[in-house]
């Protein structure tokens, strides 16, 4: 031995380095990757990782999850999450993924229910329900075990090992439609997943993590994952929650009823107290154990499905990361309870005994809760319409495509007012024909596939009848009167008007009127909306059979014409039929005679139109009578001066508002190119929270609404020629197809090359100059920047964007 040899000493450092050398030398034969696909470059950034593991335990809360979040929530946050990997907690990561699809609209059995903090709660229960893990549960907790036995970990490497392009679009060859096969690895399958899909790393199809945010999730993975405890109630929502369990446990038949009534409405919200912190939130459940004691959730497939002898209303503290696409608010504070108590404790009325939860009950909720005042209901609803109206279009289910493939792209909608002189505003009478608004949620999983088109559209036929024989008696009333019978939101409530948006499978509700005067909007009273929220979120579930899936879309459509006619009601006979039929061209051919006989069409119940133009000079009047209450004024859309400018918008953003005004007027077949939802950074100069943000929309138009079988192809059902877009000066929409990125200086020229599109090849060029594709090294910080800036905009209100549907262009 030398003598330089002998001077060594092997000290413990010495040891644990030599130890992690030879753990590499290991670890780099065991992942299963030949030989030739590891370069010396690579090879030694794996062994500056293991070489450099932190003594110190790698914080979660403070270092992983906020990496998690950006990078991997984005697409792994919901039950469309691939293989059902729901990132965005503790309790999803240690779950694992599964090989089961939650979406399926052609399965024959109903799935097996897979929720999250419900269905299971340890992860041995877990694996007996076929999730696999993601991390390593070996007996060999080493460094070297945690990574070799890691799925998590060879997908983040694969990744590293098989980087993306850096520039145009991705390969033909990557599939990122929202069907495409999940391929689900298990440890011992990976090495074959790696063979045949080496550019399948995490995170899919977008640029690589940078080194630093590499090197924590390896270092966190290889420490074995460590997390942090659950939350726990702050000092502030402890109180409340104290107040609110005791309101909603009260042994009365009256407030086990309201109780009942109240959790079936709030079940799927994210619940907010307020005084508390913006990101603190919570859920309502069904306990079998009282307030005091631990939680035991009930975990019945739905809402209204049968608790047991004993249940008590409970609130627990949401965990994880905050997805956009199912973050729907109900803010709960001391004023609420004030207002519960004045809508259902005060009037005077008996509950002389509580209905059961037989399933044909409970699914009708004008049946179950008949004792309770219709006006009580129906303001309930009233106050938080957009909640309602965002549970179906967003929920728990986080794919609408059984409910959204019903509706338009752009429409708006209103409500009539609870003191109306309406039929359905009767107690009477709508406890009289309550049997008749039983819906197909009764039916559960059926193999029953056409129950709508029979039994259903005779018992609506019944209701339409009973109603027909108190309308033939109204008298017309002036336009001026009629729009009392509307709902305004009593001078104060921004929820009397709102907009609704949809994408395909996906879509958004804004308050106010937004966009230019859409092609249809609905008039909603009561009935409607309680059993839309019955049909589509309490009774709707995403694990359901095809019976259940193709009975809800259909009995969709009835309550979705329902609106549309409440409208059209509105507008002279002269013209209501034409403007019904150049709705739907297709769509309406095969139901408009099935649920109506239609007797109302001929029947004038509004008079004094003074134009040859009814359908806009009813949305004028829908405007006043709902104007300065509902939200975002739409100075874009529909300007009808030359500056429309609001009066607290500073120069710049005048410019850019004007600049953009010209793209909300391009129209027609062109659209059919462009994102549905496309977000715009507008690079103001300064600092990046000062910079602006848009969104562009498109709303294509349809002859006929498409299959939930399908996807959305063009083809003849599409009209083309009627599409249009909108812009707001908002982030709109939980998923963005697309991003652009324009400095100030340049936002005349953008909307000049933006309405210059005539082609695809013309929008690739655009795109290529503005937009920002999934290869862009700077993919990433625009993503952060434009969750940052809904952040900061809705504090309460915002959640991470879902870029599963982030398109290749």
Not at 457 to 484: C, N, S
Not at 660 to 681: K, N, S, T, Y
Not at 741 to 746: I, N, R
């Amino acid at each position: 031995m030398n003598q330089t040899a002998k001077s060594i000493r092997l000290t413990p450092g010495v040891l644990t380095h030599l130890a992690l050398l030879i753990a590499l030398a290991a670890f780099l034969t065991a992942c299963g990757a030949p030989k030739k696909s590891i370069t010396s470059d690579q090879a030694k950034v794996e062994y500056d990782l293991l070489f450099s593991m932190p003594e110190e335990i790698i914080s979660y809360e403070n270092r992983v999850a906020p990496i998690l979040e950006r990078r991997c929530v984005v697409c792994h946050g919901c039950y469309d999450a691939p293989c059902q990997l729901k990132l965005a907690s503790p309790a999803g990561i240690q779950r694992g993924a599964s090989k089961e699809r939650v979406y399926d609209g052609a399965r024959i059995r109903p799935a097996e229910p897979s929720r999250l903090f419900i269905d299971a709660l340890t992860t041995g229960q877990w694996r007996q329900k076929g999730f696999h893990t993601v991390l390593n549960e070996e007996k060999d907790d080493s460094p070297q075990g945690n990574l070799e036995d890691s799925v998590m970990y060879r997908m983040l490497r694969l990744k590293e090992l098989h980087p993306q392009p850096r520039t145009g679009m991705l390969a033909d060859s990557i599939d990122l439609g929202l069907d495409r096969d999940h391929v689900c690895p298990t440890l011992e399958e990976f090495d074959t997943y790696a063979m045949n899909h080496p550019l399948q790393g995490m995170p899919f199809a977008m640029p690589n993590l940078d080194t630093g945010d590499y090197s924590t999730l390896v270092h966190w993975i290889a420490q074995g994952a460590p997390v942090t405890p659950d939350k726990q109630p702050s000092p502030e929502a402890k109180t409340q929650i104290k107040h609110w369990e005791t309101f909603l446990n009260g042994q009365t038949n009256k407030q086990q009823l309201v109780s009942r009534y109240i959790y079936e409405h709030l079940f799927q919200a994210h619940l907010h107290f307020g005084g508390t912190g913006n990101r603190e939130f919570y859920r309502m459940v069904r306990s079998s154990t009282p307030p005091g004691q631990p939680v035991n959730v009930i975990p019945t497939v739905r809402p209204y499905g049968d608790p047991g002898p004993a249940v008590y209303y409970r609130m627990v503290h949401h965990q994880g990361g905050i997805v956009a696409k199912n973050h729907v608010v109900y803010e709960l504070s001391g004023r609420r309870l004030a207002r519960y108590r004045e809508l259902f404790m005060e009037p005077e009325y008996r509950v002389e005994k509580l209905p059961p939860y037989d399933i044909a009950l409970a699914s009708n909720p004008i049946k179950t809760f008949a004792d309770i005042p219709i006006k009580s209901r129906y303001r309930f609803l009233l106050d938080d319409a957009r909640f309602f109206i965002e549970g179906f279009i967003k929920g728990p289910v986080c794919r609408g495509q059984i409910a959204l493939n019903v509706i338009e792209d752009q429409f708006w909608v209103f409500f009539f007012d609870p003191d109306a002189p309406i039929i359905s505003n009767n107690p009477d009478y709508l406890n009289s024909t309550a049997d008749y608004l039983a819906s197909p949620s009764e039916l559960e999983d059926t193999l029953k596939l056409l129950a709508v088109e029979k039994h259903y559209v005779k018992l609506l036929q019944e209701y339409h009848t009973a109603m027909k024989q108190h309308a033939e008696r109204f008298e017309p009333v002036d336009i001026d009167e009629a729009m009392g019978f509307i709902w305004n939101g009593n001078g104060t409530n921004p929820n009397a008007a709102l907009t609704v948006f949809r994408h395909l499978d996906s879509a958004s509700v804004s308050y106010g009127l937004v966009g230019d005067y859409p092609d249809t909007a609905w008039v909603i009273d009561y009935p409607v909306l309680e059993r839309i929220h019955y049909l589509l979120v309490a009774g709707f579930n995403v694990f359901g059979n095809v019976g259940h899936q193709l009975n809800t879309r259909l009995y969709m459509d009835f309550l979705r014409m329902e609106g549309e006619d409440h409208f059209l009601s509105l507008m002279p006979v002269a013209d209501r039929k034409g403007i019904r039929d150049s709705w739907y061209m297709g769509m309406r051919s095969g139901l408009q005679n099935k649920g109506d006989d239609e007797w109302w069409l001929g029947k004038e119940f509004v008079s004094g139109y003074q134009t040859d133009d009814p359908q806009r000079e009813l949305y004028q009047h829908l405007e006043q009578r709902t104007a300065g209450k509902a939200g975002h004024a739409d100075n874009i859309n529909r300007c009808l001066s030359k500056r429309c400018a609001e009066p607290d918008l500073n120069t710049a953003a005048i410019r850019v508002d004007e600049a953009l005004r010209g793209a909300a007027r391009m129209q027609g077949e062109i659209v059919a190119f462009l994102p549905d939802v496309a977000f715009l950074r507008v690079r103001m100069g300064g600092k990046p929270e000062d910079d602006m943000g848009y969104t562009l929309i498109s709303n294509k138009a349809y002859k006929h609404v498409s299959s939930m079988f399908t996807n959305e192809k063009l083809g003849d059902r599409r009209d083309y020629e009627n599409d249009t877009q909108t812009v707001v000066r908002w982030l709109e929409g939980s998923y963005p197809n697309f991003f652009y990125v324009v400095e100030l200086e340049d936002i005349d020229t953008f909307t000049d090359h933006y309405n210059d599109v005539k082609s695809r090849d013309d929008y690739e060029q655009f795109v290529a100059r503005y937009g920002m594709r999934r290869t862009d090294p700077e993919f990433w910080a625009v993503s952060d920047w434009f969750n940052d800036k809904y952040a900061r905009d809705e504090p309460v209100q915002s959640g991470l964007f879902d870029l599963n549907r982030y398109e290749n262009r």
